[in-house]
């Protein structure tokens, strides 16, 4: 028996966060972010954990799926001119999968990847920004050259003054269901303490109390794409194999949080919630496994120096 949600969420506004989940969902595929190159080394560290919910798939509930999801990032960015910034790093991402015997979905998802970036300040208020992730995004049976691929972004931003600044562009993944998806959105500094994002990579507002702290709330999206070849997941009676195949993962998410500065260069974020859609889309097998809602949380430490 799953608990019930506490966000009347399945009936009005899950629509709502499900097209801000999609538009996020562009610029999480690969885990790419809209931001433009930022100069200096930025550390990120993060853990996820979204609870046990029933599984639905070739229309019937069985099983439940859990996950725990890890990610490390590393980027240095550089300004090599007033004009142009780039940017080298990489980052590693894990999805520990725990489902129930006969849930046609692979015990762990990778991600391993450099992470390529440059922003172009074409204009004093217009910057184009491009980044690439070359490498292996598979499960732990086809985490080789089978996995490899090379997900991207273009988006182009523009301010208009000093509260807005809007953005727009594509993200395109060889792996996913849409192999090529609109990136837009908006940032608006309403007043000199509350921030309001819009699009990618969150959705959120954001209101800060002083000293680097603040405090959020929004919406997100956890997942990317994936090759799959693991002979232990089989598909249900009726549908072609899952071997050598490809899987879009996804979870959308309604929450809130803390930002927290620990030093001058470290910040913590803490975020708890809950996951109100989560689903495994085997697109060329006409086959999606969903879950039930469930409660979320999440560790994250910054550091830049």
Known sequence: MQPQSPFPLRSSLLPAFAFSGSLLCAAWVGALRAQPVVPGTTIDAAY????????????????????????????????????????????????????????????????????????????????????VQPGIFADGEAFDSDGFNVPGSLIASWRMNDAWVFFGGAAFDAFAEDIVLPVFGARWQATPDLVVSLGAPRTEVAYSFGEGRSVFLGASVQGGAFHTDDPAVVSPPGHRSLRDTEVTYREIRVGAGVRWPLTDACTLELE??????????????????????????????????
Do not use: C
């Open 48 to 131: 996820s954990f979204s609870g046990a919910a029933d599984a639905e798939f070739a229309g019937a509930t069985a099983g439940e799926i859990e996950v725990n999801a890890f990610a490390f990032s590393a980027r240095h960015g550089i300004r090599a001119s007033e004009q142009l910034s780039y940017s080298v790093g990489l980052f590693y991402r894990h999805y520990a999968i725990d489902a129930s015997a006969g849930v046609p979905v692979a015990d762990e998802l990778r991600a391993a990847a450099l992470d390529l970036g440059v922003t172009w300040k074409f204009a004093p208020d217009w910057s184009l920004s491009a980044r």
């Open 272 to 305: 708890g919630g809950w996951m109100v859609d989560r689903r495994f889309d085997y697109d060329d097998r006409d086959l999606t496994v969903k879950t039930d809602d469930a409660a979320y949380g999440r560790i994250f430490v910054s550091t830049r120096f």
